[in-house]
């Protein structure tokens, strides 16, 4: 029998040459430049400076032996190989999410800190029920809530600052997306709000339709504007924007002044004397409301807890 001591055989060396080529540090960083566009974005999002960054991307383009980067004016952009390279990568980080999520649960069972990013009026209609429910029913669960609209929230979600994130539909991640898994967690009715006395106040199976003739109070652009228009064009009009406001509670002010009308989703209504909540007919818009969380993220004990409580329907 022969000993090695102190010596790698070929097949161990080049699995050693492998794992060396392979970087997941480097990788992320080449992640994040493909998110943020520019070496600089990057580097601010990974507290590094741009020349670190700079360095790296070259070390792992000669422990790969290929170019991952080409010069664009004066940025740079992904070769079709670091595209090649992502695309492999994206497997490798939704499995040491899973490998995390396992590893928590092993340890704290279902117990420890969700971190969760959230829009403004899902935070009281949504987050704050799932909380309450769960500190009554699993109360080794911790809940930390930053409101964040959508763009900021995700950019947490990615660089692992919060653990979930929700979100409208329209602006989350595409399901073909590999970083995340998106989780549907409602639809969200949007009903009008009318002044108390207006004519159509009392109408019961009211359309969208019957509106078309009044002012209408929304935002002059964003979400919510878009929201608003892209609902009354199905239903066959262009809605007159007679004022412009984001917050819901300057929207149902001026409602209940009489100044206008305004599309409301049932999610963020607050009671006010003087305005009435009609519900539309069954052809009456809806948004959809999704939760996304980093690819394998969601086997962890802790988060899927939350998952069930954002969608239980009491929450």
Avoid at 180 to 200: E, I, K, N, Q, S
Avoid at 258 to 280: I, N
Wanted: hydrophobic share 50%; charged share 25%; proline share 5%.
């Amino acid at each position: 029998m022969t000993l090695y001591v102190g010596r790698m055989s070929e097949d161990d060396g080049r699995s050693e040459l492998r794992r060396e080529r392979w970087d997941i540090k480097k990788l992320v960083i080449l992640r994040t430049l493909r998110e943020r566009g520019t070496v600089t974005a990057t580097a601010q999002a990974l507290l590094m400076t741009p020349s670190a960054v700079s360095q790296q991307l070259t070390n792992l383009a000669k422990q790969l032996g290929t170019p991952l980067l080409e010069a664009h004016g004066r940025r740079v952009r992904l070769t079709d190989a670091a595209h090649l390279v992502l695309r492999h990568a994206e497997a490798v980080f939704a499995q040491l999410e899973r490998a995390d999520a396992e590893l928590a649960a092993y340890r704290h069972g279902e117990s420890g800190v969700v971190r969760v990013a959230a829009f403004s009026t899902a935070v009281p209609a949504l987050v704050v029920p799932a909380v309450r429910k769960l500190r009554a029913e699993r109360p080794g669960i911790t809940v930390r809530v930053r409101e964040a609209e959508a763009a900021q929230a995700y950019e947490l979600l990615a660089a692992g600052e919060v653990d979930l994130a929700l979100s409208l539909a329209a602006h989350a991640p595409t399901a073909r997306d590999p970083k995340f898994t998106r989780v549907p967690l409602l639809a969200d009715p949007l009903d009008v709000a009318l002044p108390v006395g207006h004519p159509l106040a009392g109408t019961s199976g009211l359309r969208l339709a019957d509106l078309a003739g009044e002012p209408w109070i929304f935002g002059g652009s964003g979400p919510w504007s878009e929201i608003t228009t892209a609902a009354c064009e199905a239903a066959g009009f262009v809605p007159e924007q007679a004022h412009s406001a984001a917050g819901w509670t300057a929207i149902l002010a001026m409602v209940e002044a009489g100044m206008g009308v305004a599309l409301v989703p049932r999610m963020a209504a607050a009671r006010r004397d003087g305005v009435v909540m009609c519900a539309l007919g069954p052809d009456r818009p809806v948004r959809h409301v999704v939760a996304a969380v980093r690819r394998g993220a969601e086997e962890g004990a802790a988060v899927r807890r939350v998952l069930e409580a954002l969608t239980a329907d009491d929450a």
